[in-house]
C-alpha cells in the first residue's frame, strides 16, 4: 500500500507541469454554469492522452463527462452511451464480475463565476481530479480496480451533480471524492446547509409615474413588499435558516412606474426537509407582493441541494494521507455554511469533501483576492498536493477492502436513521 502510494505522488510530480499548465488555462478562460465548454474539453482531452477513455456530454449535458480505466484483470465496466448499471463494484464487497476490484470515482468542477471567475478555485478542483485518477491508472498496475473521474459542470447554482444522481451514473460507485481549495486552515467538510433557489419576476403596467400613477401597477413593489414580507419571516425560523436575494431587474426610469421587476432568491437550511417547508413560506410572501399590487406573479424554482452527508470513515483516511503529504489539516470535521451539489452525491454513495488551503483566512471565497490565489503558486501547490491526497486515498480504499466495507456499512446506517 506505502509503495502505491509512493508510486502515484511520483506520478504527479512527473506530470506537475502539464497539470498546473491545464489549471491555469482553464482559469484564464472562466465559463459559467452549463457553458463550460473550453474546460471541460481541455480536462477531457488531458484524460484521454494519458489513457482514460473519455465520454462527453453525458446525464444530458454537453459539458458533463466520465472518464474510466480498468486496472488489472480488464473488463467491460463503465461501457460508453449509457450510465453504470453493472454489478461490479458493489459497495463495500469486493467484484466478481468480468471487471473486479471496487469502483473509485473522483469529482471535478470547472465552472467559473459571474464578474470574479475562478474565484472559487474550480478550475484547481477540476484538475485535481484529473491529476488523481492519471495517477491512479499509471501507478496501479495489476491491483485491480476501476477508476472514474467524472466532470461535473454548473456547481454553483445549476446542480450539474444532481442531474447525474438522478440519470444513475453513480450506481456502482463505491466510494466519491473530491477536494475544494479554501481561504483558511485545511479541514474534511462536514454537514453544509441544504438549499433551494427561486426566480421571481412581476409583470405590471407601465405608467407615467407624476402625470397618471394610477394608471399602472408597479411590479417593484411588488417586490418590495415580498422582500419586507420575508424580513419579516427571518424572526420565525430556526437559526440554521439564510435567506437571501437581490433585485435583478427593477425598472428602467424614475419616471415610469416599472411595469416588470425580477428578483433572485435563496433558502438554505442545514436539512433538506427544512427547506422545503421554509421555501413554501418564502412563496407564499412572493404571492402577498403580487396580491397587494395587482402585479401578475411567476415563480420558477431552480435546483434543490441537498445536505452533504458526512462519512467519517473516507474522512478519517484523507485527513491522515493529508496530513502525512505535510498539510496541516484540523481535527474535526467541520461545519460549511455553505451549499454545494456534491450532498446529493453523499446522498447515494459513501463520500468525503476536503478542503486545502490556498490562502490566509483574511481572503474572503468568491472575492477577485480568491481567484488570484487559485493561480498562485500556493494555489499550484495545493492542486498536486490536492490530488495526491485523494489518490492516496483511493489507494487505501483499494488496498484494503476491509475499509471499503466499513465506510459502506457506516453509510448505509447513516441513511437509515436518516428515514
Known sequence: MEDLKARVCAVIDDLACEFIETSHRIHETPELMFKEFKSAKMLEALLAKHGMTVESGIAGMPTAFKAWATTGARGTCGAPGTPSTRTCGT???????????????????????????????????????????????????????????FGCPAEEGGGGKIIMVRE???????????????????????????????????????AHAAASPHDGINALDAIMIAFTAISYLRQQVTEDVRMHGFVA?????????????????????????????????????????????????????GMQYSERVVNHTLAGLLRDNMRALGIQVKDEIEKVRGSTDFGEVSQVVPAVNAYLSI??????????????????????????????????????????????RKAYDEFESTMIRKK
Not at 117 to 146: E, M, Q, R, Y
Not at 178 to 202: D, Q, R, W
Not at 381 to 392: F, P
Request: proline share 7%; net charge negative; charged share 20%.
Open 249 to 301: 431587474q427593477g425598472g428602467e426610469a424614475s419616471n415610469i412606474i416599472p411595469e416588470y421587476a425580477e428578483a433572485r432568491y435563496l433558502v438554505r437550511a442545514e436539512k433538506r426537509a427544512t427547506v422545503d417547508k421554509i421555501a413554501e413560506r418564502v412563496r407564499r410572501c412572493f404571492e402577498a407582493g403580487a396580491l397587494a399590487t395587482g402585479a401578475r406573479l411567476e415563480i420558477t424554482e
Open 359 to 404: 490562502a490566509p483566512e483574511t481572503v474572503a471565497s468568491h472575492s477577485h483576492e480568491m481567484a488570484e490565489a487559485s493561480k498562485s503558486p500556493v494555489g499550484d501547490k495545493g492542486l498536486l498536493d490536492a490530488a495526491k491526497a485523494m489518490a492516496m486515498t483511493a489507494v487505501d480504499l483499494i488496498c484494503d477492502p476491509a475499509l471499503l
Open 91 to 149: 459497495p463495500g464487497m469486493p467484484s466478481t464480475s468480468a471487471a473486479p476490484g471496487p469502483t473509485i470515482a473522483i469529482l471535478g468542477e470547472y465552472d467559473a463565476l459571474p464578474g470574479v471567475g475562478h474565484a472559487c478555485g474550480h478550475n484547481i478542483i477540476g484538475t485535481s481530479a484529473a491529476a488523481a485518477g492519471i495517477a491512479l491508472v499509471k501507478a496501479l498496475g495489476d491491483v485491480p480496480a476501476t477508476i472514474a473521474v
Open 168 to 206: 444513475g451514473w453513480f450506481k456502482g460507485v463505491d466510494a466519491a471524492m473530491m477536494t475544494h481549495p479554501l481561504p483558511g486552515e485545511s479541514m474534511i467538510g462536514g454537514p453544509n446547509l441544504a438549499t433551494t433557489s427561486f426566480v421571481v419576476k412581476y409583470y405590471g403596467k407601465a
